[in-house]
């Protein structure tokens, strides 16, 4: 449940392939695998067993006609071990689930009749008596213990436990996710194939606005050394993303990933100084590369 949880915790712009390539076991820790196995085993188990048994019963119900009709067949028909007397552990069965005799079933049977289906009034199975007494027995114990005494965590103190280590999940996963980039940690990339992503970027969905090079146009001119919002790379990153809807800038977060933001963020600061032809008249105030570098450092 924990590795879904953090699934759907994850940024909306998580490529899908990082959520989809784990396998549906994967998101299981290895205790939860284990149990998973356990109960598969547990079903097959109870599968092979119910039909084994009903063989069984077929085979005793021969076995009773045989030895009603001919008892000498019995031995060559390979039944003769199931109307042996009853071995110990069938007595312990029969104590344990109290059952009545087949023979002995016409001394139950109620007279309800279902169309056909008839009810017995059997006993309550001892085991079951047995397991119900204990479990009562067990109440006061786990009342005290769990709601009285200091021992035990409140279901409100396990939440807020469950939610500390969730997070505490969810933080670790990002971390190990290259597109965990936002304003705070983004650095100005200035490899090739970065660039060259954003530039493609850009041409496909900013140059409308803002100039094949961009030189501006309805947004403002990008190559120069005026910026409205700043023109860090964590500033130019954070405009991209958040936008400024009232002046016609979307925001990109919901159809970029973060990595594309700061390959195309990367890419504008890589125009700088172009002086693209006719450049759009400066707007906003100066930004200097100096200045940033000396409050980075
Ligand atoms: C629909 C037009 C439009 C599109 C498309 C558009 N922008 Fe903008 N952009 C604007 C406008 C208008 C502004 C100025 C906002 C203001 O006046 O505050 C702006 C401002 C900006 C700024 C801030 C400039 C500054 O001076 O601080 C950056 C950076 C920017 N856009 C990057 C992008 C990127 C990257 C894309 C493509 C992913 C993009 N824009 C797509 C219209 C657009």
Known sequence: MKGLSINLLLDATTPLADVTAAGPLSGMSVLEQLLFSLILIVILGGGLAIINLS??????????????????????????????????????????TDTVPVEKEADIMLD?????????DNNLPPWWKGVFYLSIAFAPFYLY??????????????????????????????????????ESNVTLLADADALVNGGLIYKTKCAVCHGQAGEGGI???????????????????????????EKGMIAWKNDLRPRD????????????GSNPPNGKEPQGE????AAEDQASK
């Open 55 to 96: 063989s069984t019963m077929v085979r005793l119900q021969q076995a009773r006609l045989l030895a009603e009709t001919n008892p000498e067949l019995i031995k060559e028909a390979g039944l003769e071990n199931l109307i042996k007397p009853t071995p110990w552990w069938q007595e312990l069965y029969r104590r344990f």
């Open 112 to 120: 309800h009749n279902y169309d056909g289906v008839r009810e017995l």
């Open 145 to 182: 213990f769990n709601h009285f005494s200091e021992n035990a965590a409140s279901s409100q103190e396990r939440y807020v436990m469950e939610m500390e280590e969730a997070e505490d999940e969810v933080k670790a996963f990002l971390a190990t996710q290259k597109n965990a980039i936002d």
């Open 219 to 245: 947004g403002p001119n990008l190559t120069d050394a005026y910026w409205l919002h700043g023109g860090s790379i964590a500033d130019v990153f954070r405009t991209i993303k958040q936008g400024v809807p």
């Open 261 to 272: 933001m700061q390959e195309v963020a990367s890419f504008i600061k890589s125009m700088a």
């Open 286 to 289: 100066l930004y200097t590369e």
